[in-house]
């Protein structure tokens, strides 16, 4: 698809080249394929119509039918393996799954016979019978899948007994934990892995009751080329798989009264908190997260917002110096995700010299707080303590880099995802809805509306180009809004032309389309200046720290949710009155009073980093 903007003063001129087929475009095709073509099928003795080909499970919940599932992720994982959606087919002998049973014409179905009940509760019993049922305890209780499937169903006693294995529970990484136990080989982990982020990370080990679903040699996470995205731990139905909880350690630090405790928010947990307490998708709630967070009682309340903005800036001029001075050195790619850059430091280390040397938002920011900040407010650094909030669960090992530091302290000392911190909100008691909308504290509460959008896919590339037209050209972009940049299509290409300058460009989420990406450059079938990757569906938004909404409503969990959130961060970025980084008065002083200029030796003494091949087999290398 080829599409052409006319070029306006002040404007960057932006021309499509393609738009992959990504899961998102491939189930566009097939819905408008399958709209055309329709069978009449008999569900429970009414009739009804519905696309030929798609399963009887979808083709129920299209007329309002609800059949239970447990493994089911539509596009993702479709394999039939917990038994849970079994219905009676006319005419065949067996229960049918349903989720990979499809539809043609006259086909007629039971989904409440005894019989299908029955089977129902014997499948959950039997995954109940040995599963280690910790429920009050669980970090998943009353957001499990498996625990509201058992209440859905009716069951009130295991009568199956016999022995209780244990698999183990795996956490020396600083991001997920992997609790066997709680296991019920859905294979959605794998799914997601593989046909998604194309990590690999997870295979079938065993067979029959002895089955694992695990890394090669049940290795650690941290021993494997995981990159820590969390997309397994939203994707699991129960807490088999989780974030690595540090809630204690962050009380610990709040009780401390020698500590000066500092919090920042990522800009998508602003549009992504209110889910947690009943609010609807993509509320904006910004202020109820500060009020909250000063409730619970942090010393002061940053956006992290800010650095976002002062990414940009180191960003947009890193990009300008390789094109204007060291072409050799492009394309640029982005940095400020941590799955994406490991990824690229297990699967493509090749191109680590192509990444932006810039820290992530929240990692400038803890810099800025134990450096800047600590000297200007004369607070020793060694009582900062950083805590961030954050959509990712790679953000947890991030921090915990080495790299991520300097002269003695790490930039950042404790990750929290957004549910921990739901977690911290209920135990201190918040009505979260009703908390009033409070500020961030100064000097990190004014941002641009290019920093918001940093949570969106494409959000980084067309608030950089904001930046790079200013720089390139003297002049503003007159409209700011790069539309090609937006959208959930996971494969994106395209140029901009700044001044006389053109820049190809290609934006991805998801580590499987940022590997097409990056082949089809290596291929030398495209050349790009400029690539943006994000490791989770949808970006920051779509995050592996962001709610679970679980199996409660099918439209979220088959991922089209995340368009919710982005929309209103873009919605809220219209309406700011300062929309480039390079505006932002609290950027700017930051320059004056300490970083001197973009990419100043100072700056990249704090601002910068560096990284390190990890190899396809980290625990031989």
Known sequence: MRRVHTEMPGRCHIQTIERSHTMENIREDQE?????????????????????????????????????????????????????????????????????????EGLKIRTNTERVRRARKTAVMLLLSNHHRECTTCVRNLNCELQNMADNLGIRNIPFTGEMPDYGFHDSNPAIQRDYNKCIKCRRCLAICNKIQECYVYSVIGRGINTLIAPAFQ???SDVTCIMCGQCVIACPTASLSEKECIRDVWRELSDPDKFVIVQTAPSIQVTMGEMFGMPLGTFVAGKVVAALRRIGFDRVFATDVTADLTIMEEAHELIERITVHPENLPLFSSCCPGWVKFAEHFYPEFLPNLSSCKSPHEMCGALSKTWYAKKMAIDWRKIVNVAIM??????????????????????????????????????????PRLPDEEYDEPFNQYSGAGMIFGATGGLFESAVRTAHKILTGKEMLIPDLEEARGQSGLKYGTVSLGDKEIMFAIAHGTGNAKRALDRYKSGEQKFDYMEFMACPGGCVGGGGQPILGNRDHKKISLDYRHNRADTLYDIERGKKIRRSHENTQVQQLYEEFLMHPLSKIAKEYLHTTYIERGMHPYLD
Not at 56 to 82: F, H, Q, W
Not at 89 to 96: A, F, I, M, Y
Not at 394 to 412: H, L, S, T, W
């Open 32 to 104: 408008k394929k399958l709209e055309e073509e329709k069978v009449i099928i008999e569900i429970d003795g009414s009739y009804y119509r519905v696309p030929k080909g798609i399963c009887v499970l979808e083709a129920a919940r299209m007329v309002g039918i609800e059949i239970p599932s447990l493994c089911y992720l539509k596009d993702i994982n479709e394999v039939g393996t917990c038994r849970v959606c079994v219905v009676e087919v006319e005419g065949t002998r067996n229960l049918q799954a349903s989720c990979v049973y499809p539809v043609r």
């Open 219 to 221: 290795k650690d996470l």
């Open 391 to 432: 959509p990712c669960t790679a953000k947890k090992y991030e921090a915990a880099r080495p790299e991520m530091g300097f002269g003695g302290f790490q930039d950042v000392d404790y990750v929290l995802t957004s549910r921990e911190l739901a977690r911290m909100i209920r135990e201190v008691g918040l009505d979260f």
